[in-house]
């Protein structure tokens, strides 16, 4: 069992920037690999990215390459998603996941754990 919490969330004006952690307990973080989702109200929750147990395969969703970086520190059992450039279609609230299974895994289906969300706002 993993639980995830995320911390990091909050309004800020467009162009900003935000840091999100995942902070993890429950088994060490090196076992599985983690994600990053959004849901916008009314929408499906959306992949923002992913990182591999190692940290070394990488994936994004191409609407946040380039202005998003994920990474983990696995020593801390914490996951990071760095958000540069932030627009007001960011606005969602933001969701860690965990899986045991390796994998680009972009469907939420396809995660195990989830943290209870985080809420982002970028206003214009």
């Known amino acids: 069992q993993v639980q995830l919490v995320e911390s990091g969330g909050g309004l800020v004006q467009a162009g900003g920037s935000l840091r999100l952690s995942c902070a993890a307990s429950g088994r060490p973080s090196g076992n599985y690999a983690m994600g990053w989702f959004r849901q916008a109200p009314g929408k499906e929750r959306e992949f923002v990215a992913r990182i591999s147990r190692s940290g070394v395969n990488i994936y994004y969703a191409d609407s946040v390459k380039g202005r998003f970086t994920i990474s983990r520190d696995n020593a801390k059992n914490t996951g990071y998603l760095q958000m540069n450039s932030l627009e007001p279609e960011d606005t969602a609230v933001y969701y860690c996941?965990?899986?045991?299974?390796?994998?680009?895994?972009?469907?939420?289906?396809?995660?195990?754990?989830w943290g209870q969300g985080t809420q982002v706002t970028v206003s214009s």
């Open positions: 996941a965990a899986r045991s299974l390796s994998g680009i895994a972009t469907d939420p289906r396809e995660y195990d754990y």
